[in-house]
């Protein structure tokens, strides 16, 4: 009686319009969808049906399932209603939304697949609701066989590391103290069978599939079920596509921050803690909780921070010499031979910088830029070169190693990915072939169909890489006309800088085009990448993450390599100079080199990004999250006025939050790899380059842990055992920073040129090889070439210098190549060869002799696979044993 008199307290309740769990313009379409999320319950005891009935006030009748702050498992929005069935997913749709049959098929399809489902509305807006979706035991068991997750098989004991007390503790480790709920990883794991789920350590099926796991396996069934009749019509991807559904995501655990201090009352679920010991600033210098990041984010996350914080680490050394090379360059400024000669040349007339409104100019006018210039073009600039050409070896060749620690650690030796796509599954359902490996039939792609999409999608690429060409070509133009203007304007300040004018502007000018084009790149590299039904998630990932690579790597260092092999190179000589459709002077460079326009330009773009991808990551969400506290506060979309954030259920917390970017870790990645491109391809043009790096990526671990923790919903915990093609990627940036730098030392700086000087031409020749700045004096007067005025102007009959090695004009022969400069051609190519092949050696021989994999683990693991085969031998052998005393028969010791 009290069951009947209930359900009919909670019929008349909805008929009052309060708390509608089920639009009803759903209910005529799916008849009994209201009822179901009613009917997936338990039944309630007595003593519980008694004391919600005691709770009820008649003034105020509602559903007793409607009910709020009386259950604190409900409360905490973890669980469903009744208390104990935890909440392993969250879907989020619209009562407004037409799709309303095929969200009714949808989750008729999941019930059947053996999930619950129980639907409860929102706190902040009327026209959402949340469908909360619990995995039982039984679908969890089947779908962990089906997906080959390894699960604790048996414990063993570690090696008990002997900790010397009079060590001095390592201020950059967090205390034990500090993770006091993070678990040891020492157990022994196979692949889940529920054939043989006695083999595994199963003390409370409550909490032997983590949280983490249950929600994977949970977005595989969402994956995978049908919403509609058709091979097309599956997964939970097109639903939130078509606005079914507004989201899908896996709850937070609770909230982040507590009124009682962790120290004392210890932390209230793992959130709590990875903000405590990972996401406050505070904590910036401690090393980083890998296994609870992984834990609550999975291993695909955790291996992002391992090797970004792997990365920082790194970069501490590269840091370190880059501010010695810097640190030199600035002591030896103002000494420099190259530097004395340019400032004391007030009498040396350099030649008009454009035809028409141009004047000569003195060379002692760039006497700061040639002083800015010797603190990146020094004598330090090849070691360090070649010591960052070494240093990416090491970082990559020594993350292999620790990759190999934390795949064993994290129990990711043996997984490998294996299940398909669902569009790749419904694309190609209806052909077939046997799986080489499984023996099993799956769909395949036939070769013609993958050559042809691969054609297609190749074209896209080389056509959008032709429009970042051309925004480079549009940036040259406005340089040449920009130069021309700045050299003949009236304002005096900007006529003597004229130089850094230019190249400011244009470094300006190309960044707003970067930057704009990154958008455009985006949508096409997504359009692209589906175009090519990719067979499995990181299959997608990998291409994707390579076409965004190669449009933003083109995007952002095709004016760099302008600058650095181009400029100046083709620009001609007074009398003949070559002109840009016979109009615009082509640009020269500095009488001490271009080096500083490529410095100039490594470094705005560098700094302006990092603050940009800083604010994009951090500020940005921020501002987003708090427009919706303030709808929330003005009772937006005609919900509940909350006025306390914390009395929310989780799930609208978590509603209320940023989602994750739909490409997963490609734009972090990205954004680090670039940063890496930067650090190590141009660094002999900017040796500050890894010290901002290491700043900013000491901010940047810091900044993704606060904005994963705290403003981004809960990502779906997915499985890794790398960092994807990024590792390749990082390896071929490594090969051409080789080759990069060898060319920018030999063509864009003047090294080359004076070392020819000091050894062929100098005042040492003859002497031998004494200090560096004796040997280089009158380098500068070496390196001008001289051009009489009157051949382009009868006024004037003064001679003008210009940067090159050609013949005077009173020569039999004015104006053609001195031998000078054949020597200096000579040098530089002979320079190239020498520095690559020695940098190359060094890097195959470092290669060779640091092992992919520490012989430890080597050890560790043969030891590992020989006691796991002794573990099952035995436990099967005493489970048979067991089953057959149980069944009265006789047992042997011997395997029957």
Known sequence: SITISLTML??????????????????????????????LQKPVTRAKLEARTDSLQVPQVKCCCCLQGKNPARSSGLFFREGKKRIDYILVYKKSSPQVEKRCTFEKNLRAEGLMLEKEPSLTNNDIMFVKVHAPWDTLCKYAEQMNIRMPFSRFHLRCRQIKSWLPRNPMKLDKEALPDLEETDCYTAPFSRARMHHFTINNRETFFSNSTRSRIVHHVLQRTKYEDGKLKMGINRLLGNNTYEAAFPPHEGGYKSRHPIKTHGAQNHRHLLYERWARWGIWYKYQPLDLIRRYFGEKIGLYFAWLGWYTGMLIPAALVGVFVFLYGLFTMDSSQVSKEICEATTTIMCPMCEDTCKPWRLSDSCVYAKVTHLFDNGGTVFFAIFMAIWATVFLEFWKRRRAELTYDWDLIDWEEEELRPQFEAKYSRVERVNPISGKPEPFQPFSDKLSRLMVSVSGIFFMISLVLTAVFAVVVFRLIAMEKFASLNWYFVKKNWQFATSGTGVCINFMIIMSLNVVYEKVAYLLTNLEHPRTESEWENSFALKMFLFQFVNLNSSTFYIAFFLGRFAGRPGKYNKLFNRWRLEECHPSGCLIDLCLQMGVIMFFKQIWNNFMELGYPLLQN??????????????????????????????????????????????????????????????????????????????????????????????????????????????????????????????????????????????????????????????????????????????????????????????????????????????????????????????????????????????EKYLMQEMMYEAELEHLQKERKKNGRRYHHEWP
């Open 626 to 863: 708090w427009w919706s506290r303030r709808k929330m506060k003005k009772v937006g979309g005609g919900g509940q006025n909350v006025e306390n954030k914390a009395q929310l259920p989780q799930w609208d917390k978590d509603w209320n939050l940023q989602p994750m970017n739909a490409h997963g870790l490609v734009d972090e990645y990205l954004e680090m790899v670039l940063q890496f491109g930067f650090t190590t391809i141009f660094v002999a043009a900017f040796p500050l380059a890894p010290l901002l790096a290491l700043l900013n990526n000491i901010i940047e671990i810091r900044l993704d842990a606060y904005k994963f923790v705290t403003q981004w919903r809960r990502p779906m915990p997915a499985r890794a055992t790398d960092i994807g093609i990024w590792h390749g990627i990082l390896e071929g940036i490594g090969v051409l920073a080789v080759i990069t730098n060898a060319f920018v030392i030999a063509i864009t700086s003047d090294y080359i040129p004076r070392f020819v000087y000091a050894f062929k031409y100098g005042p040492c020749v003859d002497k031998g090889h004494h200090h560096e700045d004796e040997c280089l004096r009158g380098y500068m007067n070496s390196s001008l070439s001289v051009f009489e005025m009157k051949d382009v102007n009868s006024s004037q009959t003064r001679y003008c210098r210009y940067r090159d090695y050609r013949a005077p004009p009173w020569s039999p022969v004015p104006y053609e190549f001195t031998l000078q400069f054949w020597h200096v051609l000579a040098a530089r190519l002979a320079f190239i060869i020498v520095f690559e092949h020695l940098v190359f050696g060094i890097k195959s021989f470092i290669a060779y002799l640091i092992p992919d994999m520490p012989k430890d683990l080597c050890d560790r693991m043969r030891r």
């Open 10 to 39: 909670c019929l008349f309740a909805a008929e009052d319009g309060k708390d509608h769990y089920v639009e009803e313009s759903e209910a005529t379409t799916c008849e009994t969808r209201a009822d179901e999320s009613f009917l």
